[in-house]
């Protein structure tokens, strides 16, 4: 391990492993402010902030945690896909529960990636549709995370929770992403907006990518591209344990420890994969 930090309590080897932690260190695409590469160091020493289980779970079976650390950082997002790919791609094949710590959302990318097409659907919670053909001459930004999920797993296995920010040329299209506002969580509550997307994809099997910018800024301060009027942490909470056992796989992403001195940002993601790790625990009882 880098610096030897590791994810609190992963002591076991790849082949025992429930659930295989990956860091990737990638912010070459952000926009606004970088330091998402800093998230996956951050969030491991934010994790031994909490109990090894909660109680509000019950008792839940030991899970065995592998942390393989952090993928080598590349300049190009297209290598960045590459290294990701070989990194990530064989825990994926072998059927293990993959946890990947961000770095910006385009990490996303190569992961939905190496699943078979059309075999999973993405749920993404986050501030921004995410949804361009391409960006700042990209095809693999940040911002077109959800568009290459279209791509490889079909339009009605993506769904986006938590919109405040989305461009003309996003909704100036006849596949339009579908998508909940923040606004309407908001008036409608979290339970009804997972219950629809739930409903609305295709596949059995979700995986879940939380942008912590989803997550209101007076709760998630540290992030590259912060929105105002986002979700609180205790949806996205109930969020996590609503998908319970369809979820295979999870990232969360753009944790950016220099834009919050508090640290309160990567011990909340810490905290969020956590959760995971609890409703994973639920389907080995």
Not at 18 to 30: L, N, R
Not at 35 to 54: C, D, I, K, L
Not at 87 to 116: C, L, Y
Not at 121 to 145: F, T, W
Request: aromatic share 8%; with cysteine; hydrophobic share 40%.
């Amino acid at each position: 391990m880098p610096n030897g930090i590791s994810f609190a309590d992963a002591e076991s080897s790849y082949n025992d492993a429930d659930i295989c932690i990956y860091g990737i260190p990638y912010d070459h695409t952000s926009c606004f402010r970088a330091g998402a590469r800093e998230g996956p160091m951050a969030v491991r020493r934010g994790s031994y902030n909490f109990e090894q289980t909660h109680f509000e779970h019950g008792k839940l079976p030991e899970l065995n945690v592998y942390d393989y650390g952090d993928c080598d950082d590349f300049i190009f997002p297209e290598d960045m896909i590459d290294e990701v790919k070989f990194v990530m791609g064989p825990a994926i094949r072998d059927g293990k529960f993959t946890i990947a710590i961000g770095g910006e959302h385009s990490i996303n990318i190569p992961i939905i990636q190496s699943f078979e097409e059309n075999s999973i659907a993405l749920i993404s919670i986050d501030a921004h549709l995410d949804s361009r053909d391409e960006y700042m001459g990209s095809p693999n930004s940040h911002a077109c995370i959800t568009r290459r999920a279209a791509d490889h797993l079909g339009l009605d296995n993506v769904y986006a929770l938590g919109m405040r920010s989305i461009s003309e040329e996003e909704l100036d299209r006849d596949d339009i992403v579908p998508y909940i506002s923040a606004y309407d969580i908001h008036e409608k509550g979290i339970e009804w907006a997972m219950k629809t997307a739930l409903d609305s994809v295709k596949a059995e099997k979700v995986y879940l990518t939380i942008d912590i910018d989803g997550i209101d800024p007076a709760f998630a301060p540290g992030t590259g591209t912060p929105e105002p009027f986002g979700l609180h942490p205790y949806d996205v909470k109930k969020a996590i344990n609503m998908i319970g056992d369809r979820l295979v796989g999870f990232d969360v992403c753009e944790v950016c420890p220099p834009a919050d001195p508090t640290g309160a940002t990567p011990v909340l993601a810490a905290r969020l994969i956590k959760e995971v790790m609890a409703v994973r625990a639920k389907t080995l009882m």
